[in-house]
């Protein structure tokens, strides 16, 4: 008889280690998936899509059930794992009787940061994070609610986009002053944000949250300088939080995350976890590729293969239609590097790529992305850029044009 | 005065540019442009046009013309004047400065592009009314000594034969003559010659150029050295029995005197040889080949007019054809090849200081004629001061006044730098122009007059064959632009003159030039147009071309001398010895080479008007130097890097090309460049002063130079709708391109000040491309989908060319493609580069030429057939047999041939 296999979570990261393991242990696990969200897991990323109306939601799903089915996976969606008995080895399910395991892995996702600002209780204040949140911003959209949100990282760009496309008026509040600033460099964040206002999204940057006023209801947003917008809802996406409370109330050690090993196990034999609940080497990714490359290093493990899972080189990729951005390594240059740089606003183009010691070190690219995955290659493989350093900036195609000639 | 024929037909006229004189069709459209042909009824080009010719419509623009009468203001600003204001302004400063200072403080300075009225009245004003002699033209510096040389042989400037002797002649002797880029034309005549009756063609020049290319043989002589070829060439015509006994009796003098001086110059084979440069079987084999063909025709341009010896060169040239007499027969003649589309006609009028008027000179029975016939009492009695000693009067301020028209001898002049200076020290300095810029417009003129330009004047100019042709308007006269003629009359009726320049047509001064010509003439002169000294205004009008002399009640004269009748006193020629071959100059440790200049084959003088096209601009864009490589290695220089040139006179920077074409120990730099288009390339300024004792043609082709090479970091080009002020610290060069003006540049500042200095001149729609770490940065500023601007700097090693961005550059709507990939430099797909061009007249570029050559194309004739490359002017076909040659293809395919 296979040995059980529990994952708790049904999102993208699980879905990913079903589909590797499957390729790699087949029939060597029973795998269960047990999962809060009422619904087959879907593809997060394009919720935005779906709230822009550029995607249907069905369309988002990752798997169709059969799919699941045809691996042996026991899905239990609308689950709520209430707690993990790690020496006996079972999970309690609100409701329902405890589902043993003989291994476990954590793939609990993230929640919405939620300011802790006086209001932010109030009806009508919500986050951007699943189906049910885009279902709450498609209404207040289809009835032109004006709608604030807080945040102007790529979530938040990415909900005031959806609402936005929607139909609703949206003003978007950055603390910072200016967006994606853990992405971005001032000039890059700066064609963002003309490029943003021009789908329609007023944008206020250094906008401090005071409070949230209202009686009952969400009414206004006022602003720490005394400022105040008008709102009839607010969106939190300000920043994600791991959901590491089922861990850590079973004694798994956590920090800002599960604490993982290069194996993706957690302090605890046969329990591992992966995804933006897992902290590895200090990191909590906050993005779908490091989950998937955790996912495929886990099903090594899993088969009984040596694996090790060495942290992600991470990319940033907005996904606004029309308003391409992209960001990866180091983008901002230093002391020790260089940085080469296009421009052409007016064609709501910026590009920068940063070499240190001969080697490409990051890349900020905003309007003209097509380049993307080959630098992030590059910034990967660290191989020295020497020979493609002239033409680089104009892709790949320019450049081996250039290397043949 | 002018008038346009409104169904706008094709008119037929006459070429601006070199001597030749080729006929041209111009159609015009209506709107100021024009399609141009070559007139296939003209008989000095019969329907051809060289590149430079064939891109006379794209000159026709109206940038950069000067449209109004303009004034110095007291802020030192040029500002719009009213005609009668600007008139009468140089009326009343000239009469004053002449009522203070005589005659003598005044002077004009002429063109060999001013028509043959325009000069005739100019001549006419200061010599017969002003009273001063002090007219010259810049033909000084171009065939003066050709002058010098035919008045003391002949005793007239007189050139013999015709274009009809290239085309018969069985030997073509070039003496410092680059015909092939400088007389294209007439280059293709004598080829065309080669290939259907088997000429032999000569080429002897320090400079193994285009022309040298296609010689039978090539003559290397050492610089100056000229007279002494020809001296051992007379001595050898005289110890083989080659000599025309006979003429040599009846119809000359001095014989004998010039063969034993000839003796002690060069007194045989081997003597020429250790005098020229040249090994004893070249000298032997152009003796043997001279020697032994009755029809040659010796043909002579710059590289011998251009000398301080010029006139000796000459006579030294003209010995050898009286001795044989070879001379005004069917293919057998001395040829001056002029290098003005009316230098001729200049000379006709007599409009330089050592000529009077009419082929008549400051003797004084003859001055006596012309005073009687311009009823002028105040007639010039003496030679004037010709051009080099004219501005070095200027500079110290003995002429006071100076009137310059149609030339820019700011940039021309030997020792330019100082002529420019000279300008500025003018009380009162007139200048008849057609462009709001140049140098000599630059040096501080008082007035500016806007003289008609060509295409819109009306009038006649002749060529190097004596053949008077009309150039006639088929333009709209632009502004307030009139003919030089009738500004000169102006200034004359203000003067007090007015009977004496009441013309109310080219004509009517036509016709008064003509009788001066027959002015008790019976013979006596060999220019006489008498025949036309009543010609209507119609048939004025419909002049076709004709050579001269027309004695009225003779027709029919071709040739002269064949017979003698030569127009000494004794109507014999004169044999003249010349002295021995000496440059005026020392080489010496601090100047161990000798500067020589000369022309590029798509480029006229200061480029004016070649200068605006793109197509004539995309041959060789850059003023260069060229380096004999054993002298490249020796100084230090690489081939496409930058050197610093110095002589005792200036200092220029241009590009270097190491060729083994340049003799060792020579430089050779073009003439072209001014500072209107590029930073520091005035060649003339490098230029010696020191001049001819009789032509007074300076000595512009050995001047002792040094060189050294000049390093930059940074390379690159930038391209714009509107001429650009580059920074001070830039080299630059700048050329028409399509859609506006490219410039070459190099430097060494930091590429952020270019960045500075790009933003304050473009537009706010920027593009920008830096890698400063690499030291690239490019950008670019566009306007309503078009580049406006851009700007590419990058390492000096590895800059790359400026060709994809002038197709890109010439785009009207840029797609979103192009402008992305506009500052990678790289062709967008399916946008292939063709290269630099190397046909002008049908714009085929080097890459798409050497494709067919790779494609088998063998012979230039094939890649004609297949891109029409040198199939009109043919002045590119030396080049693609150099591709041809360079790629190995031909050399295969002719093996194959003998082979089969």
Known sequence: ?405 | MTSVDPALRAISTTCPYCGVGCGVLATPDGSGAAAISGDPAHPANFGRLCSKGSALGETLGLENRLLYPMIRCSNGAMERIAWTDALDNVAHRLAHIVARDGPGAVAFYLSGQLLTEDYYVANKLMKGFIGSPNVDTNSRLCMASSVAGHRRAFGADTVPGTYEDLDEADLLVLVGSNAAWCHPILFQRMMANKQQRGAQIVVIDPRKTDTAEAADLFLGVKPGTDAALFAGLLVHLAENNVLDCDYIEHHTSGFDEALAHARGLAGGVTATALATGLSEQEVAAFFRLFAATPRVVTLYSQGVNQSAQGTDKVNAILNCHLATGRIGKIGASPFSLTGQPNAMGGREVGGLANQLAAHMNFTPPEIDRVRRFWQAPRIATHEGLKAVQMFEAIGRGEIKALWVMGTNPAVSLPEADAARRALRKLELLVISENVLSNDTVAAGPHVLFPALAWGEKSGTVTNSERRISRQRAFLPVPGEARPDWWIVSEIAKRLGFGAAFDYGSAAAIFREHAALSAFENNGSRDFDIGALSDVSDEAFGALTPMLWPQRAGETGQQRFFAGGEFFTGDRKARFVAPEPPMLRTEIHEGRPLRLNTGRIRDQWHTMTRTGTSARLGSHLPEPFVEVHPDDAARYGLADGSFARITTDHGQCTLKVVVTAKQQRGMLFAPIHWSQANASAARVGALVAPLTDPFSGQPEAKATPASIAPYNYVFRGFALSRKPLSLPDHAWWARAAIGGGLGYLIADNADLKDWSSWLRSVAGDELAEYSDFGDGVYRAASFADGAIETCLFLGPARDAGDWEVAKELFAVAALTDEQRRLLLSGKPVQGLASTGPIVCACFGVGRTTISETIAAGAGSAAEIGARLKAGTNCGSCIPELKRLIAQSGIGHKHGKLAEAS
């Open chain 1, 1 to 405: 008889m296979s040995e059980s296999l529990v994952i708790v979570g049904n999102g993208m990261a699980a879905a990913r280690l079903v589909d590797e393991l499957a390729r790699v242990a087949l029939g060597r696990y029973a795998i269960a998936v047990i999962g809060d969200e009422p619904r087959l897991a879907y593809n997060r990323v394009l919720l935005s899509s779906v709230l822009a109306g550029e995607t249907a939601s069905h369309e988002i799903e990752l798997r169709p059930a059969s799919w699941w089915r045809d691996r042996g996976v026991t899905l239990k969606y609308g689950c709520a794992v209430s707690e993990i008995d790690v020496g006996r080895r079972e999970l309690k399910i609100a409701g329902e009787e405890s589902v043993g395991f003989s291994k476990l892995v954590l793939a609990t996702g993230s929640s919405p940061l939620r300011l802790d600002v006086p209001g932010a209780g109030l009806s009508g204040v919500s986050s951007f994070r699943d189906s049910r949140d885009v279902d709450l911003l498609l209404a207040l959209a289809a009835a032109k609610k004006r709608v604030v949100v807080i945040g102007g990282g790529l979530l938040g760009l990415e909900a005031a986009y959806g609402v936005a496309k929607a139909g609703a008026p949206v003003t978007l509040l950055h603390l910072m002053d200016r967006l994606m600033e853990r992405q971005l460099d001032a000039p890059a964040a700066a064609l963002l944000k003309s490029l943003v206002e021009k789908k329609g999204i007023d944008v206020l940057l250094n906008a401090n949250t005071a409070r949230i006023l209202g009686q009952s209801r969400a009414e206004a947003v006022e602003l720490a300088d005394g400022r105040q917008i008008d709102a009839d809802a607010v969106i939190f996406a300000a920043g994600i939080r791991p959901n590491v409370a089922l861990a850590k109330e079973a004694g798994i050690a956590v920090n800002r995350g599960i604490v993982v090993d290069d194996r993706l196990q957690t302090g605890t034999d046969d329990i591992f976890a992966l995804g933006e609940c897992a902290e590895h080497r200090g990191i909590c990714y906050g993005l779908v590729e490091p989950a998937y490359e955790q996912a495929k290093a886990l099903a090594q493990h899993l088969a009984g293969r040596s694996a090790a899972y060495q942290g992600s080189v991470v990319a940033t990729n907005l996904k606004v239609s029309g308003v391409n951005v992209f960001s990866a390594g180091e983008f901002l240059a230093t002391d020790r590097s260089e940085a080469i740089v296009f421009s052409d606003v007016r064609r709501g183009t910026y590009k920068k790529l940063v070499i240190e010691n001969g080697r490409l070190a990051g890349a900020v690219l905003v309007g003209d992305t097509a380049d993307g995955r080959w630098y992030l290659e590059l910034i990967r493989n660290r191989e020295n850029i020497a020979g493609v350093r002239r033409d680089m900036m104009f892709g790949r195609a320019a450049a081996s044009l250039a290397a043949a000639a």
